[in-house]
C-alpha cells in the first residue's frame, strides 16, 4: 500500500516557527501538496510541489511566510512554517498525485493519495 505519513505538528505561540514532514512510501509521485482544514472552514489549498524540476506554488494567504521543499533521497516533502498567526491553526494534510496535470495542481481532486494528517494550533 502507498503511505503518506505526516509529522511535525504541534502548539506554537503567535509569531513562532514549525516544519512540517510527509514522508512517502514511493518516489513516483509527480506533485504532492499540502492542504489545511481548520475548524468550521473548508479544506484548503496550502502549497505544492512539482518533483521533477521542484517548482512550488502557494495560496495568497502563505506566500511569504511557508516554504514547501522536497528530499529526493528520502521521499520526503517538507513544509517549513513562519511567522504563524491564530488563522493558520488547522489540522494539515499530505496529498500526492501520480497523474502531474499542471493545471490542476491546487485542486484537491487532483490528488489520488492522502495521509492522515497533522494538528497545527497556533496560540493567540
Known amino acids: 500500500q502507498v503511505q503518506l505519513v505526516e509529522s511535525g505538528g504541534g502548539l506554537v505561540q503567535a509569531g513562532g516557527s514549525l516544519r512540517l514532514s510527509c514522508a512517502s512510501s514511493?518516489?513516483?509521485?509527480?506533485?504532492m501538496a499540502w492542504f489545511r482544514q481548520a475548524p468550521g472552514k473548508e479544506r484548503e489549498f496550502v502549497a505544492a510541489?512539482?518533483?521533477?524540476?521542484?517548482?512550488?506554488y502557494y495560496t495568497d494567504s502563505v506566500k511569504g511566510r511557508f516554504i514547501i521543499s522536497k528530499e529526493n533521497a528520502k521521499n520526503t516533502v517538507y513544509l517549513e512554517m513562519k511567522n504563524l498567526a491564530p488563522e493558520d491553526t488547522a489540522i494539515y494534510y499530505c496529498?500526492?498525485?501520480?497523474?502531474?496535470?499542471?493545471?490542476?495542481?491546487?485542486?484537491?481532486?487532483?490528488?489520488?493519495?492522502w495521509g492522515q494528517g497533522t494538528q497545527v494550533t497556533v496560540a493567540s
Open positions: 496529498a500526492a498525485s501520480s497523474r502531474g496535470i499542471l493545471s490542476t495542481i491546487r485542486n484537491q481532486q487532483a490528488y489520488d493519495y
Open positions: 510541489i512539482r518533483w521533477s524540476g521542484g517548482s512550488t
Open positions: 514511493t518516489a513516483s509521485f509527480r506533485h
